[in-house]
T-cell receptor, first 112, second 115 residues
Framework: DQQVKQNSPSLSVQEGRISILNCDYT??????FLWYKKYPAEGPTFLIS?????DKNEDGRFTVFLNKSAKHLSLHIVPSQPGDSAVYFC???????????FGTGTSLTVIP | GAGVSQSPSNKVTEKGKDVELRCDPI?????LYWYRQSLGQGLEFLIY????????KSGLPSDRFSAERTGGSVSTLTIQRTQQEDSAVYLC?????????????FGPGTRLLVL
C-alpha cells in the first residue's frame, strides 16, 4: 500500500517558468517530509525538507509547502532551469524517525 | 569527503544464481538503508540497520533476500536463487544518526539484471 503518492509521472515546463511538483500522503503520523532529486545513473540527492510543524520552507529557488489537513505537499521551483531536469522524489519519515516512505517520482523536463 | 559507494555498479546474472551487492556508507554514519527501485516504481524499502540494534527487515520481499552489516560499517545485500523480477536498481543510503530530521545520503546504486 503506497503511503506516499506522486500522481504525475512527468512534467514539462519552459525555462524561467515555475515548476510545481505535487505529493500526497495517507499517514497522519508522518512528521518530516523531504524532496530528493535524481539524475540518471546516480543516487537521489537531498534537496529540501519540511517539518510537520511548519507549512513552508524556502531555500533559494526551491520552496516546499505543506498542507497537513489535506495531507499534501508541493515543491515549487522558480525560475526553472534546464539543469533542474531530473526525477524528483517526495519522501515522508515516520514518527519513529527511522523509516522513509518514498513516492514513485515525477520526471521534470525544463525546456530551454 | 567521500560519499556512499556501492559495488558493482552493474551486475548481470542468470536466473537461479546468487548475487552479493556491497555498500560502503559515509564514515561515522550509524544508520544504513537498502532500497530497491524497479522500473517505473518508487523506492521500495528493504532493510535498515541502526548501530548495534537488530536490523529492521520488514521490507525484505522474500527469504531469498538477506543483508549483513559488519563492524557497523560495510553492508552486503545477498539475493539467493535470483529471479527475473529481482531485476532493479538497488540503492544504499546512510544517515548520521536516527531521528526524523536526519537526512539520508544515497550511493549511485547497483543495477541488477537477471536473465
Amino acid at each position: 500500500d503506497q503511503q506516499v503518492k506522486q500522481n504525475s509521472p512527468s512534467l514539462s515546463v519552459q525555462e524561467g517558468r515555475i515548476s510545481i511538483l505535487n505529493c500526497d500522503y495517507t499517514n497522519s503520523m508522518f512528521d518530516y517530509f523531504l524532496w530528493y532529486k535524481k539524475y540518471p545513473a546516480e543516487g537521489p540527492t537531498f534537496l529540501i525538507s519540511i517539518s510537520s510543524i511548519k507549512d513552508k520552507n524556502e531555500d533559494g529557488r526551491f520552496t516546499v509547502f505543506l498542507n497537513k489537513s489535506a495531507k499534501h505537499l508541493s515543491l515549487h521551483i522558480v525560475p526553472s532551469q534546464p539543469g533542474d531536469s531530473a526525477v524528483y522524489f517526495c519522501a515522508a519519515v515516520s514518527n519513529t524517525g527511522n523509516q522513509f516512505y518514498f513516492g514513485t517520482g515525477t520526471s521534470l523536463t525544463v525546456i530551454p | 569527503g567521500a560519499g556512499v559507494s556501492q559495488s558493482p555498479s552493474n551486475k548481470v546474472t542468470e536466473k537461479g544464481k546468487d548475487v552479493e551487492l556491497r555498500c560502503d556508507p559515509i564514515s561515522g554514519h550509524t544508520a544504513l538503508y537498502w532500497y530497491r527501485q524497479s522500473l517505473g516504481q518508487g523506492l521500495e524499502f528493504l532493510i535498515y540497520f541502526q548501530g548495534n540494534s537488530a536490523p529492521d527487515k520488514s521490507g525484505l520481499p522474500s527469504d531469498r533476500f538477506s543483508a549483513e552489516r559488519t563492524g557497523g560499517s560495510v553492508s552486503t545485500l545477498t539475493i539467493q536463487r535470483t529471479q527475473q523480477e529481482d531485476s532493479a536498481v538497488y540503492l544504499c543510503a546512510s544517515r548520521r544518526a536516527s531521528g526524523s530530521t536526519e537526512t539520508q545520503y544515497f550511493g549511485p546504486g547497483t543495477r541488477l539484471l537477471v536473465l
